[in-house]
């Protein structure tokens, strides 16, 4: 039978465990031991779990206590010296400290947070490692070797896995303009080469190594720098075998230099690319494991067995089942764990899908059908079938109103009625604002009561009529403290939403919502995404209720928050019976009705929050084009239909959107918001470049860290902005919600940020 493989497990623990762990620790509520002993047995029911499944090569330092890309930084001891690190091995406070910041106190001061940012095009959030000048590398964690012991004591022989150092270079940033990351290659594999001696003393023999950028566009010298790399590190212990793994995306034109690494085997995505099979096999050299991703690693729906066998079979019959191995397209982190803890879903939906712990699984599985063709399988594989049969037959999934809808969308329903210039004016007069307005981005801390509250009204002890008196109450305390600190555009805080995703798929058609699929965006914080399983409608108003409730207690303006189609897709689990540009029209004429109906009762203004714009986009350049129109055009006809007195808003966050600047502009929201304090307002340099005509809010400070920045500190970023932009184009805002912060920390915060608007005008 073909080897069966998995690159990587969700680490947050079944019933994020981890995360509840990691948030008493930073309370103070346990210590550091019973921090790691949490970690110690979610790894361990993680291991057993894969190898009980049939996994032959079962991954460790798969792990991560907030993010793989900040381990590997601590690993090499590339911590900035603002963290005050003395050698040896990185403590856990200030691993923290470099994905958090500090608080500081009278005696030491605060100590801003690394930057963070998107891990290729998902809504995995990782730490940015900052290289500077005169940078010393040296092995400062233990961490990978130790898991593999750990595993190894449990008698389970792991498979290692390292971010590659190529990939760890280029996701780099330095602060130093003429500071060249990949010129650091050779300070920083003797630190590597250290490790992987190490494991192959303690009796390790495939160490997988992710180099997920050569699935991205490449120059000569960049593609050179993976040769040298594995040139090294192969040459690190003659007993280990490297598996270099490429996900997200297909080789392409870098199909030669892959082939040519110094490595045992490679790992490609079937699932992204299932194109290349035949040219990789056609040209993999005879001493190569070829190893192929044919589970879906970032959706919910079960892999088709009879396509998946197929290749599976094909490729063993090319090259022979010692030389395949059957794996996943990329890391199960971007999955739930358990379907079987999904008791609330009905049997047929059940019946479609597959989470973590069910892919493991099925690639067992197909590895084992692959190397039997088929023998004994019968009775799984006919089940299987039938399932995929369901699926695609059922009444639920199709309506033909809504494909009516978007088939006769016009043109005119792109545009709004008057370019910007004309809008402006009118909305200056309508609305009323002073000089750098200030405003939030919409949630308000999401207490223990809310949350409370929520819950009593799932289980039945509190009755919808007593939530609603509840949510108002909340909403009124919301609307009063802004207007106390002096904001000048309120919002209701949403204090009715779990999610902001999950929120409106539970009220549209077409969605179905889980229980308990927790995936991990970033550190502690954990989604649970809706699925979209079918054609999307809205049958009714969804935020109308509350942005009126709350437009009522104030003569202030007040927002009405929605969130876009491009980010209920890409944050969503996506069908994949059609093409995503089709089922993101659907959403934009779900929301459109949304837009409308808010502006006829009276919200003035209208923020659609498209934080995955950036993240949709695809890993190639040459596929920008064909992303960039459906997801421009479908943004502007959720908005296009209101009047020109009615301000548009949009926000993003935590992104790189330099390369997309020009489609931004295209979007022509009247305001845009987005995350620019971890990185000093740097991304503005592209808006001043481009001379981007509308207004834009830049954040101010950082909304997941916990240290609170002064006035002073953010009128320092203000005066940044504004030496780019026009006074008449900034407003004042923090770089996200407020969701995850503490009344204590809005409260100053948000007072701070008002004094320095005010200082400003």
Same mark, same amino acid.
Request: hydrophobic share 40%; net charge negative.
């Given at each position: 039978?073909?080897?069966?493989?998995?690159?990587?497990?969700?680490?947050?623990?079944?019933?994020?465990?981890?995360?509840?762990?990691?948030?008493?620790?930073?309370?103070?509520?346990?210590?550091? $031991?019973?921090?790691?002993? +949490?970690?110690?047995?979610?790894?361990?029911?993680?291991?057993?779990?894969?190898?009980?499944?049939?996994?032959?090569?079962?991954?460790? $330092?798969?792990?991560?206590?907030?993010?793989? %890309?900040?381990?590997?930084?601590?690993?090499?001891?590339?911590?900035?010296?603002?963290?005050?690190?003395?050698?040896?091995?990185?403590?856990?406070?200030?691993?923290?400290?470099?994905?958090?910041?500090? %608080?500081?106190?009278?005696?030491?001061?605060?100590?801003?947070? &690394?930057?963070?940012?998107?891990?290729?095009? +998902?809504?995995?959030?990782?730490? %940015?490692?900052?290289?500077?000048?005169?940078?010393?590398?040296? =092995?400062?964690?233990?961490?990978?070797?130790?898991?593999?012991?750990?595993?190894?004591?449990?008698?389970?022989?792991?498979?290692?896995?390292?971010?590659?150092?190529?990939?760890?270079?280029?996701?780099?940033?330095?602060?130093?303009?003429?500071?060249?990351?990949?010129?650091?290659?050779?300070?920083?594999?003797?630190?590597?080469?250290?490790?992987?001696?190490?494991?192959?003393?303690?009796?390790?023999?495939?160490?997988?190594?992710?180099?997920? &950028?050569?699935?991205?566009?490449?120059?000569?010298?960049?593609?050179?720098?993976?040769?040298?790399?594995?040139?090294?590190?192969?040459?690190?212990?003659?007993? #280990?075998?490297?598996?270099? +793994?490429?996900?997200?995306?297909? =080789?392409?034109?870098? =199909?030669?230099?892959? =082939?040519?690494?110094?490595?045992?085997?490679?790992?490609?995505?079937?699932?992204?690319?299932?194109?290349?099979?035949?040219?990789?096999?056609?040209?993999?050299?005879?001493?190569?494991?070829?190893?192929?991703?044919?589970?879906?690693?970032?959706?919910?729906?079960?892999?088709?067995?009879?396509?998946?066998?197929?290749?599976?079979?094909?490729?063993?019959?090319?090259?022979?089942?010692?030389?395949?191995?059957?794996?996943?397209?990329?890391?199960?982190?971007?999955?739930?764990?358990?379907?079987?803890?999904?008791?609330?879903?009905?049997?047929?939906?059940?019946?479609? &899908?597959?989470?973590?712990?069910?892919?493991?699984?099925?690639?067992?599985?197909?590895?084992?059908?692959?190397? !039997?063709?088929?023998?004994?399988?019968?009775? #799984?594989?006919?089940?299987?079938?039938?399932?995929?049969?369901?699926?695609?037959?059922?009444?639920?999934?199709?309506?033909?109103?809504?494909?009516?809808?978007?088939?006769?969308?016009?043109?005119?329903?792109?545009?709004?009625?008057?370019?910007?210039?004309?809008?402006?004016?009118?909305?200056?007069?309508?609305?009323?604002?002073?000089?750098?307005?200030?405003? !939030?981005?919409?949630?308000?801390?999401? +207490?223990?009561?809310?949350?409370? /509250?929520?819950?009593?009204?799932?289980?039945?002890?509190?009755?919808?009529? /007593?939530?609603?008196?509840?949510?108002?109450?909340?909403?009124?305390?919301?609307?009063?403290?802004?207007?106390?600190?002096?904001?000048?555009?309120?919002?209701?805080?949403?204090?009715?939403?779990?999610?902001?995703?999950?929120?409106?798929?539970?009220?549209?058609?077409?969605?179905?919502?889980?229980? $308990?699929?927790?995936?991990?965006?970033?550190?502690?914080?954990?989604?649970?995404?809706?699925?979209?399983?079918?054609?999307?409608?809205?049958?009714?108003?969804?935020?109308?209720?509350?942005?009126?409730?709350?437009?009522?207690?104030?003569?202030?303006? %007040?927002?009405?928050?929605?969130?876009?189609?491009?980010?209920?897709?890409?944050?969503?689990?996506?069908?994949?019976?059609?093409?995503?540009?089709?089922?993101?029209?659907?959403?934009?004429?779900?929301?459109?009705?949304?837009?409308?109906?808010?502006?006829?009762?009276?919200?003035?203004?209208?923020?659609?929050?498209?934080?995955?714009?950036?993240?949709?986009?695809?890993?190639?350049?040459?596929?920008?084009?064909?992303?960039?129109?459906?997801?421009?055009?479908?943004?502007?006809?959720?908005?296009?239909?209101?009047?020109?007195?009615?301000?548009?808003?949009?926000?993003?966050?935590?992104? @790189?959107?330099? @390369?997309?600047?020009?489609?931004?502009?295209? &979007?022509? /929201?009247?305001?845009?918001?987005?995350?620019?304090?971890?990185?000093?307002?740097?991304?503005?340099?592209?808006?001043?470049?481009?001379?981007?005509?509308?207004?834009?809010?830049?954040?101010?400070?950082?909304?997941?860290?916990?240290?609170?920045?002064?006035?002073?500190?953010?009128?320092? #970023?203000?005066?940044?902005? #504004?030496?780019?932009?026009?006074? @008449?184009?900034?407003?004042?805002?923090?770089?996200?919600?407020?969701?995850?912060?503490?009344?204590?920390?809005?409260?100053?915060?948000?007072? $701070?940020?008002?004094?320095?608007?005010?200082?400003?005008?």
């Amino acid at each position: 039978m073909a080897i069966a493989t998995n690159l990587g497990f969700p680490r947050l623990g079944a019933n994020r465990e981890l995360k509840r762990a990691i948030e008493s620790y930073w309370a103070g509520k346990i210590d550091e $031991n019973a921090l790691l002993r +949490t970690g110690a047995i979610i790894r361990r029911d993680n291991w057993l779990v894969q190898q009980k499944a049939g996994i032959t090569h079962v991954p460790s $330092n798969d792990f991560s206590l907030y993010d793989q %890309v900040l381990d590997t930084t601590a690993m090499l001891g590339a911590i900035p010296e603002r963290f005050g690190h003395e050698g040896g091995l990185v403590s856990l406070d200030t691993y923290f400290a470099m994905a958090r910041g500090t %608080v500081g106190d009278d005696e030491t001061p605060s100590v801003p947070a &690394m930057d963070m940012t998107k891990w290729f095009d +998902t809504n995995y959030h990782y730490i %940015v490692p900052e290289l500077e000048a005169g940078m010393k590398f040296k =092995l400062s964690s233990t961490k990978i070797l130790d898991e593999f012991v750990e595993a190894r004591e449990m008698g389970i022989l792991t498979r290692p896995v390292l971010l590659g150092p190529v990939t760890f270079l280029m996701l780099c940033k330095t602060r130093e303009p003429k500071l060249d990351p990949l010129a650091m290659m050779e300070s920083i594999l003797p630190v590597y080469e250290i490790v992987l001696k190490q494991l192959a003393a303690e009796g390790a023999e495939w160490i997988q190594v992710d180099e997920p &950028m050569l699935g991205m566009d490449l120059d000569d010298r960049e593609r050179s720098a993976f040769g040298l790399a594995f040139a090294r590190l192969s040459s690190a212990s003659s007993s #280990l075998k490297l598996l270099a +793994t490429i996900y997200f995306g297909d =080789l392409r034109d870098n =199909l030669r230099a892959t =082939l040519a690494l110094q490595v045992a085997g490679i790992h490609i995505d079937l699932v992204r690319g299932p194109e290349q099979l035949d040219e990789v096999m056609a040209k993999l050299p005879p001493n190569m494991v070829l190893s192929i991703g044919l589970v879906d690693g970032r959706n919910i729906w079960k892999t088709d067995l009879t396509q998946a066998t197929a290749l599976a079979t094909k490729a063993v019959s090319t090259l022979s089942s010692e030389r395949v191995m059957i794996g996943p397209s990329c890391s199960l982190l971007h999955c739930p764990v358990d379907l079987n803890l999904e008791t609330g879903l009905d049997a047929e939906m059940r019946s479609w &899908m597959s989470f973590a712990k069910q892919k493991v699984r099925e690639i067992a599985v197909i590895a084992a059908v692959a190397g !039997t063709r088929g023998v004994g399988a019968g009775a #799984l594989l006919a089940e299987n079938a039938a399932a995929m049969e369901s699926r695609r037959s059922s009444r639920r999934i199709h309506n033909p109103l809504v494909e009516d809808r978007a088939a006769s969308v016009t043109p005119e329903m792109y545009g709004r009625t008057s370019p910007y210039e004309e809008r402006q004016p009118l909305q200056k007069q309508s609305l009323k604002l002073p000089q750098l307005p200030t405003t !939030t981005i919409g949630s308000f801390p999401q +207490t223990p009561e809310i949350r409370k /509250a929520r819950a009593s009204l799932r289980s039945g002890q509190m009755s919808p009529t /007593a939530y609603q008196r509840f949510l108002k109450k909340e909403i009124e305390a919301v609307v009063r403290f802004q207007e106390e600190i002096g904001l000048d555009v309120l919002v209701h805080g949403e204090a009715e939403r779990n999610d902001m995703v999950e929120y409106f798929g539970e009220q549209l058609e077409g969605y179905i919502s889980t229980t $308990n699929g927790w995936v991990q965006s970033f550190g502690t914080r954990a989604v649970k995404p809706p699925i979209i399983f079918g054609d999307i409608s809205r049958p009714e108003p969804m935020t109308v209720k509350w942005a009126a409730y709350a437009q009522s207690l104030t003569d202030k303006p %007040v927002k009405g928050m929605l969130t876009g189609p491009i980010t209920m897709l890409e944050w969503s689990f996506v069908r994949d019976d059609q093409p995503r540009s089709d089922t993101c029209r659907q959403l934009a004429l779900a929301i459109r009705d949304e837009v409308l109906d808010l502006e006829k009762s009276g919200i003035r203004i209208i923020q659609v929050d498209e934080p995955a714009m950036r993240e949709g986009l695809p890993l190639r350049r040459a596929d920008w084009a064909g992303y960039l129109a459906w997801a421009v055009e479908c943004f502007k006809l959720t908005v296009a239909g209101v009047t020109d007195r009615t301000q548009i808003h949009t926000h993003m966050c935590y992104a @790189d959107f330099n @390369d997309i600047i020009e489609s931004i502009g295209e &979007m022509d /929201a009247d305001v845009i918001s987005m995350e620019a304090s971890r990185s000093g307002m740097e991304l503005l340099s592209a808006f001043g470049e481009y001379r981007y005509p509308n207004q834009i809010g830049p954040g101010v400070y950082d909304i997941h860290s916990p240290r609170l920045p002064s006035a002073d500190e953010m009128k320092d #970023l203000l005066v940044k902005a #504004l030496d780019v932009l026009g006074a @008449d184009q900034v407003w004042v805002n923090p770089d996200c919600g407020l969701k995850t912060q503490s009344w204590e920390e809005v409260r100053v915060s948000l007072g $701070n940020m008002v004094d320095a608007a005010r200082s400003l005008r």
